[in-house]
């Protein structure tokens, strides 16, 4: 006899619930809406705690779909419910996946209660054999990101800066190409305007921190002689606001890095620690973007395969084929943005101090004729790739590991080649029949050749070819 399955879907919203429990048949057990006080999780415990003595030897699904943080609380109380766990298991649905299954079904879910019966449905047809996913810590998740969308103010509030410095001081504009330095800020401070510049002492420009008395003289004099348009009271108190809310973020950011990394090693034995730990021993990997990328990733199991984390960060090749052509678009750029963003700094940083990283680097450049470009973004996913192995190993980062890999792959085929030959088989005729085109013919006839029907044996190597005019990013992503 079957062990019997209770499906509890919930569907969350702003300090309530609504609730629908099925049995494996589809069957209604039960419906109602609780609010999320002390009193009515005291009675949806009550709820599935009749429901375990009615069906004893019964496995719970609880599905929760993800509602930007309003499920937090529910999933903890299905969680630290120990007496539940071992015939609990408790999925936080993705909403994407569950407005899917809702289109395939037909349904409209018009309100909570419709979402709340899809989901246990849902529950029921797609996660009946399925384990859930080890989420990351929600505190250090939570700050972290945080963390992140201060860093994209910050990044907003340059930009409007840097814009307004085109019509208040444009003698600036050429020292903040690659962002606004300190010193600029510091100046900007004191002097919002090329007006105010201009009747400066240099003495009072030298006192700048990165600024000597050769800079300030040429600062005051280029201002005397500036083109600016906008050099009236307001602009000067609208850069001092831009310039006080960067200061003021920026040193909120340092703060809140140095502190999260702190959280992060205060308790060792945690996945988020051990996670960082590992991705801070690849060359190339710093201790902040080990975290970063430790939040971003989460539980590494979560990917069936490394092609699912390249596509998950959008470094996926994209190719359209029609026919017999085939035309390559280099990445998708579908996945996640912050993690593509974080990884190019750290791929140019690991051609240069990870052995591993730079021979694969300028093996795509000399052997392969990729451009700088389409290698860094190669080494972009190869880099990816090796975060995940290391998560899904526990172990550190070996250096060696790609070399004795080859070796063994070498000895591997000396081996087979000692053994005797086989009988050879048949070659296959091509058919050629068919009123296919020329390129196809020739493909055809291509894998008929004897020499197409042997399987290489060699370890896994980038064949050298001729510079490409196709963008070929993705494909040596691919190939890392």
Known sequence: MSRPIIAIGCDSSKGRIDVEIRNEHGSVLHIGAFD?????????????????????????????????????NWLAFFRREKRWVKRMRVFRLNAASVHAFRAVQLHRAPGDAAAASDIAQFLLERCRTRTPTQESESGPLSFYRTIRAMMGELT??????????????????????????????????????????????????????????????????????????????????????????????QAQIDEGQAELQ??????????????????DGIPGIGPWSAACLACEIGDPTRFAHSKAIIAWAGLDPIAEASGDERVEHGISHRGNAHVRAMLFPLAMTAV????????????????????RMEALVAVMAKMLRIAHAVLLSGRPFDP??????????????????ETPPAE??????????????????????????????????????????????????????AKG
């Open 36 to 72: 999320d006080t002390p009193d009515d999780h005291v009675a949806l415990r009550q709820v599935v705690d009749a429901l375990r003595e009615r069906f004893p030897t019964a496995l719970f699904l609880v599905g929760i779909e993800s509602t930007g943080g309003m499920e937090r």
């Open 156 to 249: 907003a509030t340059s930009q409007r800066l840097q814009t307004l410095l085109i019509a208040a001081q444009p003698e600036l504009v050429r020292f903040c190409r690659h962002g606004v330095p300190v010193w600029i800020l510091a100046l900007l401070a004191r002097y919002p305007t090329a007006a105010e510049l201009a009747r400066a002492k240099p003495a009072s420009v030298d006192a700048i921190p990165h600024i000597d008395a050769e800079r300030a003289i040429e600062l005051i004099d280029q201002a005397k002689r500036s083109v600016a348009s906008m050099t009236d009271a307001a602009t000067a108190a609208t850069i001092r606001l831009l310039v006080g809310r960067m200061q003021a973020t």
């Open 262 to 279: 702190t959280l992060i090693k205060a308790d060792p034995t945690s996945p988020l620690a051990k996670s960082v730990e590992l991705l």
């Open 352 to 371: 240069v101090y990870n052995p591993v990283l730079k021979e694969f680097y300028q093996r795509l450049i000399t052997t392969n004729g990729s451009t």
């Open 400 to 417: 060696g590991y790609e070399t004795v890999r080859r070796q063994k792959a070498t000895e591997a085929q000396s081996a087979r080649s």
């Open 424 to 477: 050879p088989q048949a070659v296959p005729v091509p058919k050629l029949n068919a009123p296919i085109s020329r390129r196809e013919a020739a493909r055809r006839k291509k894998a008929a050749t004897p020499s197409a029907q042997v399987r290489d044996q060699s370890p896994k190597r980038i064949p050298g070819r001729g510079p490409r005019t196709q963008d070929s990013t993705a494909s040596a992503a």
